[in-house]
């Protein structure tokens, strides 16, 4: 009787296996009706979330708002045939609570800042060039710009510079105090954060880590073969840096807050986004590099989206969104064999995604 029951679910197995898939991962448009350059996306759930942009980088800015998913899109903030600069660099802490950057023409922007999600107000300034900011509170926030890093403490109406980018590194087997320029950060918990740079440093790369939310800040360079443009952190201590160019640059992994890195195999391509642990994302223009392993080892596919991709958001590794020219926005999402839309895209479908939660029409 019992190898009857192993004989059963043995062909059961094998009939499964030769059973044709019931779902399908896709990219759908799901575009603004107007011809906006978007410049930013941000989504804080599968159904929710943000574009920033606008007619031109110098005219027309705006913020769209979707709350089904990119079915519908209403305008939050500003107006597209205005003469106000774009707006971009989403940034939120929560579902209601964000910030944008909008161009005003000079060496400071507009802090943008929405505390429910559908109104917006200028709370404060950011300089025009940062390269990168975060908040780790309503009012705490951190940016990079060129060799310094400035903190607020209320919202952007006041910053101070609490680093500057030097490192000590062996030049030809000489210690050199060396001035670099800040390039990116992410703080994957409220104290601690890391800051990475590019310039000024001969072989290798520089990152800045903090304990304290940004107050103070420590240096050390880090052998590589070119300069770091990104950083991603999952916790106080797994993360990873991208250093070169998105196409053909490196990526480094450490387990221990930075103190050490390992290299990985592949390039991810251009700004990195984890859905979770495993999944994450790296977009550069119509290039996706992918990877289901938590980071250490990627896939790269290319799409003929109809447009330029600026932008994207990684919601949960079973929903993403991308954006770019003339309100081009494309989202992922797994649907079933049948299903079909004009415009529609295949793509790699993520692992361990939950079928039942994608098998209603959106």
Not at 220 to 230: N, S
Request: glycine share 14%.
């Amino acid at each position: 009787m019992a190898r009857c029951i192993l004989l059963l679910a043995a062909l059961s197995w094998a009939f499964g296996q030769n059973q044709p898939p019931r779902y399908k991962a896709i990219f759908e448009p799901v575009n603004v009706k107007a011809d906006v350059k978007l410049f930013d996306v941000h989504f804080v759930s599968d159904e929710v979330g943000w574009l920033a942009g606008g007619r031109s980088e110098l005219a027309g800015g705006a913020i769209f708002y979707t709350e089904d998913g990119g079915k519908s899109w209403t305008t939050q903030f500003g107006d597209i045939q205005s003469s106000d600069h774009a707006t971009g660099m989403l940034r939120f802490i929560d579902p209601h609570t964000g910030w944008a950057a909008q161009g005003t023409g000079g060496g400071t922007s507009w802090l943008l800042h929405t505390s429910d999600g559908r109104t917006w107000n200028q709370t404060g300034t950011i300089p025009t060039h940062a390269a990168d900011y975060a908040f780790t509170s309503r009012t705490h926030g951190i940016y990079v710009e060129g060799d310094h890093i400035g903190l607020t403490n209320d919202g952007g109406q006041h910053w101070q510079t609490v680093a500057t980018c030097i490192v000590e590194a062996e030049v030809n087997g000489l210690t050199q105090r060396i001035h670099c320029g800040y390039t990116a950060l992410h703080f994957p918990t409220p104290s601690v954060g890391y800051a990475v740079t590019k310039g000024g440093i001969n072989g290798a790369f520089a990152l800045f880590k903090t304990d304290d939310g940004g107050a103070t800040w420590r240096g050390a360079a880090i052998p590589a073969d070119k300069d770091a443009q990104d950083v991603f952190f999952f916790d106080a201590n797994v993360g990873y840096v991208r250093t070169g160019f998105p196409d053909a640059g490196r990526l480094f992994r450490t387990t221990d807050g930075g103190r050490t890195f390992t290299g990985t195999a592949g390039s991810p391509g251009d700004r990195m986004k984890f859905a979770d642990a495993s999944v994450g994302w790296a977009f550069h223009y119509g290039k996706l590099g992918y990877t289901t392993t938590g980071g250490d080892r990627w896939t790269s596919r290319s799409f003929n989206f109809p447009a330029t991709v600026h932008a994207f958001s990684l919601p949960s590794r079973h929903r993403g969104y991308v954006a770019g020219e003339h309100g081009m926005v494309y989202r992922y999402r797994i649907v079933p064999v049948e299903y079909s839309v004009q415009g529609m895209i295949d793509a790699p479908a993520m692992p361990g995604y939950d079928r039942s939660s994608e098998t209603k029409s959106h």
